[in-house]
């Protein structure tokens, strides 16, 4: 999807999830199921190594970006996409409330 010097941002949709590169590494990782329209974000992940470059946030931005260019909506579960969009109000518009009925439909999917 994007890349820059040393990272590359990927979707991929066999482990529900969009994927950051560093030098080739895995670094990290926010992890989705979709629901209808909607694509709750419940988990996202920066290895160790990789901490303090800003790639958690580049992450989640291009994934944000990609669910708006299929024309879906992004439910927050995961606390680090609740935050990043909080800062970003860019994303507001395609932005659901995370409701009980998604906490339960999510915690039945994740069985």
């Known amino acids: 999807m ?3 010097a040393l990272t590359v941002v990927e979707r ?3 482990k529900h999830r969009y994927e950051i590169l560093a030098d080739g590494a895995l670094a990290g990782f926010t992890e989705y199921l979709d629901r209808d329209e909607q694509r709750v974000f419940y ?3 920066i290895d160790d190594a990789f901490a303090g ?3 958690a946030s580049r992450l989640v931005q291009q994934a944000l970006t990609d669910v708006r260019n299929a024309g879906m909506r992004v439910v927050p579960v995961c606390p680090y996409v609740a935050k990043f969009l909080q800062r ?3 994303f507001a518009d395609i932005t659901d409330p995370v409701t009980p009925d998604v906490k339960r439909w999510l915690r039945e999917a994740l069985r």
Do not use: I, M
């Open 2 to 4: 994007t890349t820059s």
């Open 88 to 90: 970003h109000d860019e």
């Open 12 to 14: 991929a949709d066999d």
């Open 53 to 55: 470059r800003g790639l």
């Open 43 to 45: 988990h996202t992940e």
